[in-house]
């Protein structure tokens, strides 16, 4: 049986960093996620690679303090950013991971995609709406993703992903891919979205 270009095979922690100057040097191109704290990013991060501790997890918000760098099947980074938007944090430390995560969208060659982490269960935030349109304005690629959806019922799910198709302007025909880390429901179809605009020029059946 052939193996499916989309899924992950390889995965490995390469390291932390604040500055650029702390990213890996290889040029791979990079889907990078992002979100508000406790949104589930490691959660769903270990989902995608199939890896338990891949990515650290904590029931703590604010975990996440650190841009993270993540190889996959030796020919991409996964990158996970600092959660924002975690009321307790000092206002220097939340202003600390803002600047963060703008270094790092501002001029990066390497970055195929973002992917924008919304709980189900919430509407966007400010912080969430600023960092969509921050990526806008450096013309990265944006994909919002639901998580936490086995917490809705069908019919609420349905309803918020349209809400949210609305309130992002996705068009008529698209919703946001709806995932949940411990059903591992949305997992092969985001795995292939970012398959897809990391190796834009493979085809797959």
Not at 67 to 88: C, E, M, R, S, T
Request: net charge positive; charged share 25%.
């Amino acid at each position: 049986m052939s193996r499916k270009p989309w899924e992950v095979h390889e995965a490995e922690f390469l390291t932390s960093a604040v500055r650029r100057q702390g990213y890996p040097r290889a040029a791979l191109p990079q889907a990078a996620f992002a979100g508000r704290s406790n949104v589930g990013k490691s959660s769903l991060i270990n989902c995608l690679a199939r890896r338990q501790r891949l990515a650290k997890t904590s029931s703590t918000p604010g975990h996440t303090q650190m841009i993270n760098f993540f190889l996959i099947n030796g020919q991409w980074h996964w990158v996970d950013l600092p959660g924002y938007g975690y009321a307790k944090a000092p206002p220097s430390e939340q202003e600390k991971w803002r600047r963060m995560i703008e270094e790092y969208l501002t001029r990066n060659p390497n970055l195929r995609l973002l992917v924008m982490l919304l709980d189900a269960r919430r509407a966007p935030s400010e912080l969430d709406d600023h960092l969509v349109e921050f990526a806008q304005q450096q013309e990265i690629a944006t994909l919002p993703v639901l998580t936490k959806c086995d917490k809705l019922k069908r019919g609420a799910l349905t309803q918020t992903q349209r809400e949210i198709a609305r309130h992002y302007h996705l068009g008529p025909d698209l919703v946001p891919i709806a995932t949940s880390a411990s059903k591992k429901t949305g997992r092969e179809e985001l795995l292939r979205v970012i398959h897809d605009a990391l190796e834009p020029s493979d085809t797959t059946e």
